[in-house]
């Protein structure tokens, strides 16, 4: 199948950005994304759980089941599952809304902000591979930022349209959160490969339109790439969040740039 072959080969040439990041000395990048990342997630990850934990008590609080007698109501064989599995549910439920919504907001704030960063790199990535070189105009970085801005905030509101669709139909049927999780984390990484990718289609000259239908064409490709990002990004712990913030971005770049390349076969790279 298509999808899976691209997705992951898309993983195998993250990986081959490695060389690229250390042999051709472009490693400094990986310091700026620490930076920027590291403030971004300390503003927000936990007060958004501690949020999360106080909203899920006032909603069990609220609707009470106490309420129901022992007998005589339609409710009534359902109540010890209703006050003690229901609450645990909810919390769950609200704890991965506000996982994947503080995510998703710092994954993309952190391309709008690193934006000009991410265009430099993977320009200078593919002037390594390919001897290809762009000369600087400052216009055309100013348009590259605001195009890479534009993307990102576009890939933002349809992400979070999904999220809170799957979790209306979540909170309607709780046992489907088990396919509407996994869902969200596709859907998250082919954003994000997405946005990495329209840097490659930019400095190639693709317009908005002709670089969606390219990346949807590459759906696996986007996913894989994204994949590789969040990977990094979610490995556990402090030393884990470091070496994660320090690769992930770069490689998920580098990496877009090795799979824009050889989706387009006008440049090989020359990374074994």
Not at 114 to 129: I, R, Y
Request: proline share 5%.
């Amino acid at each position: 199948m298509k999808f899976f072959s691209d997705f992951f080969k898309a993983i195998g040439n993250c990986f081959k950005a490695f060389p690229v990041l250390f042999e051709k000395g472009l490693w400094p990048y990986m310091f700026i994304c620490l930076a920027g990342w590291l403030l971004l997630w300390v503003l927000s990850i936990y007060g958004l759980f501690i949020f999360a934990d106080a909203l899920s008590e006032w909603m069990s609080g609220y609707v009470d089941f106490n309420a129901i007698p022992e007998t005589g109501h339609w409710l009534s064989f359902a109540k010890p599952y209703l006050i003690g599995t229901f609450q645990f549910l909810v919390k769950v439920l609200f704890k991965l809304l506000f996982w994947f919504a503080s995510s998703t907001l710092i994954k993309y704030v952190l391309l709008m902000i690193l934006s000009p960063v991410f265009s430099l790199l993977s320009e200078k990535a593919e002037e390594k591979l390919t001897g290809n070189t762009y000369p600087f105009v400052f216009k055309q970085l100013l348009k590259d930022i605001l195009r890479g801005i534009a993307i990102s905030f576009r890939n933002m509101l349809l992400e979070y349209f999904f999220i809170f669709s799957c979790f209306v139909v979540s909170i309607i049927f709780p046992p489907l959160f088990v396919i509407t999780t996994p869902f969200l984390f596709f859907l998250g990484w082919y954003f994000i490969g997405f946005s990495l990718l329209d840097y490659n289609c930019e400095r190639h000259k693709y317009g908005i339109s002709q670089s969606i239908q390219f990346i949807k064409k590459n759906k696996g490709t986007a996913c894989g790439i994204g994949f590789v990002y969040s990977f990094f990004m979610a490995l556990p712990f402090l030393p884990g969040s470091v070496i994660g913030i320090m690769f992930g971005p770069s490689i998920g770049v580098i990496g877009s740039t090795i799979s824009f390349l050889d989706i387009n076969k006008n440049n090989t790279p020359v990374v074994k």
